[in-house]
């Protein structure tokens, strides 16, 4: 497999700033000297801001190919202990890797796969970021190229997507691809570029973290029924929704579980179990979803063998606890007794094997705030521990992805030699900044997939318009 390390050329960031024209340069000069001069009069000129390119060297992905494995560089560069190795926290530990950033990776699972993970994830803008990670192609990702949504009777009322754009227009390329990969397929792809999995410590169970007297930090983890100690510079939760590094940073009583008034039944059939229906809606490229105002179904490709669901409606937290603790008999008989909908609907819920479907209610929290991490030192939060939010916009790992990224690469522009962050502190020199970009960036993410909760169980999922709806209302200005 290729190695991979920091471009050169842009320091890794896949993006150059344009010098700006001398002439732009003088003029603004001239206008704040004339400001100066006027006593402050008047409106400031604005200062010219650099444009940004791709970068040539790396085509944006802020990485070139090594001949050799990247190494650490324990000298210059703080060490990061990731708490967590989920999407977020597999993610950053292959971008501090590629940028000779030293890290240790904990996850509390003592294996890959101890728990079943069977969910399928799209990557939106996450995508192109993949290649940031060193993935240029994901082998067991599927493009889907057409999306459509239905009544229960199985009229189209809104169609989009590759193969709607391209009928009668001139254009000839997508505005933009998804992909469907399955979530352990997509953690697989990321420990790949670790070298191994051994690279994980895994069974790593994280319990409490103190600042030492060296200048570090202290972890404590349960390992085998024992407390192993630790030690790193900068410690990063990446430990999911029940963060246990968010608890000890912010209070839960301030931002507690926010229940979002429904729950999600998901589960994974095969196509070999649908040999017989000729749909096509089963063609490993189109994403369908059908509503009636309360419910709804969302199916995507899991794999290019077979298709995932995920049904969802509201219902009080207490009876959605109930049927998630119920178990899988019970789930199944619900969704289809649900939705007794057009075709393949009852068909693929009831080839649906039991031990592929789960089902959860469904939580956020309230959007996280710069302040209440400012006093958090040294330690920082990523992903689902940050902003977790619901599933409907398909978000969560997306910007799990984007948080990785935009840490790594701001640890190595901040702390590469000469800078002085063991002096002016890690929050200093890289944290505060890269909560303000990840806050600014996730929060409309977390609003929107909250709204999505509401919109998509009333007569707003069935708009007729030929675009996702929570774009349809964003347009007509009722979101
Ligand atoms: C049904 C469903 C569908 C979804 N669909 C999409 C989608 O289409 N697109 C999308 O972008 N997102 C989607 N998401 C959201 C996405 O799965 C999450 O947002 C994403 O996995 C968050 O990544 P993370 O790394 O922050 O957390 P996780 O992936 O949850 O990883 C957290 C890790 O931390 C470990 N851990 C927890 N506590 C400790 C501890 N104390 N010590 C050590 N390790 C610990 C856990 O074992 C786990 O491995 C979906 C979610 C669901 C439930």
Redesign the pocket.
């Given at each position: 497999m290729t190695s991979f390390t920091s471009c050169p050329d842009c320091m890794g960031l896949g993006k150059q700033k344009r010098r700006i024209k001398k002439s732009l340069r003088l003029r603004y000069l001239l206008e704040l000297e004339q400001f100066e001069k006027a006593n402050g009069e008047g409106t400031p000129p604005i200062r010219p801001e650099a444009s940004l390119y791709i970068c040539p060297t790396c085509a944006g992905s802020g990485l070139v190919s090594s001949l050799d494995f990247p190494k650490p560089d324990k000298e210059n560069y703080p060490h990061v202990a990731i708490?967590?190795?989920?999407?977020?926290?597999t993610a950053l530990a292959v971008a501090c890797l590629h940028r000779g950033i030293p890290f240790t990776l904990?996850?509390?699972?003592k294996a890959f796969d101890e728990r079943s993970q069977g969910?399928?994830?799209?990557?939106?803008q996450?995508s192109k970021a993949m290649e940031g990670f060193g993935i240029f192609d994901l082998d067991k990702g599927v493009v889907s190229t057409r999306h459509l949504v239905h009544n229960p009777d199985g009229k189209v009322v809104a169609e989009w997507g590759m193969r709607k754009w391209m009928q009668g227009s001139t254009k000839t390329s997508p505005k933009k691809t998804n992909i469907h990969i399955a979530?352990q397929s997509l953690r697989q792809a990321l420990i790949q570029q670790l070298g191994s999995d051994t690279t994980i410590q895994w069974g790593?169970?994280?319990l409490d973290f103190k600042d030492n007297k060296d200048g570090g930090i202290d972890l404590n983890?349960q390992v085998n029924g024992k407390v192993k100690t630790d030690k790193a510079d900068l410690i990063v939760g990446?430990?999911?929704?029940?963060?246990?590094v968010r608890s000890l940073l912010i209070s839960e009583k301030r931002s507690p579980l926010r229940y979002l008034g429904c729950i999600?039944i998901?589960g994974i059939c095969p196509l070999s179990a649908l040999e017989n229906m000729n749909s096509h809606l089963l063609d490993s490229a189109t994403v369908f979803q059908t509503a009636n105002g309360n419910e709804r179904i969302y199916m995507m490709p899991y794999d290019s063998d077979s298709i995932m669901w995920?049904l969802s409606f509201p219902m009080t937290e207490e009876d959605a606890k109930t049927l998630s603790t119920k178990g899988k008999k019970a789930l199944k008989e619900e969704a289809i007794q649900r939705t007794q909908w057009h075709s393949p609907i009852p068909e693929i819920l009831s080839a649906t094997l039991e031990t592929q479907i789960s089902g959860?209610p469904v939580y956020d929290r309230a959007l996280l705030r710069s302040e209440w991490l400012e006093n958090s030192g040294k330690a920082t939060l990523?992903?689902?521990?940050a902003h977790?939010?619901s599933?409907f916009k398909?978000?969560?790992?997306?910007?799990?992805l984007l948080d990785a990224l935009s840490l790594a690469r701001t640890i190595f522009k901040a702390c590469r030699p000469p800078s002085n962050w063991r002096e002016k502190g890690i929050r200093e020199s890289v944290l505060t900044a890269f909560e303000s970009e990840m806050i600014e960036r996730s929060s409309v993410k977390v609003q929107d997939s909250a709204l999505a909760a509401q919109f998509l169980h009333s007569e707003i999922a069935l708009y007729e318009g030929n675009e996702p709806r929570g774009k349809v209302l964003k347009r007509k200005g009722k979101l």
């Open positions: 708490i967590g190795g989920g999407i977020g926290g904990y996850e509390r699972d969910y399928g994830l799209t990557l939106q996450a979530r790593h169970q994280l983890f990446a430990d999911g929704i029940r963060s246990a999600v998901l995920q959860y990523i992903g689902d521990a977790p939010m599933p398909g978000q969560g790992a997306n910007q799990a």
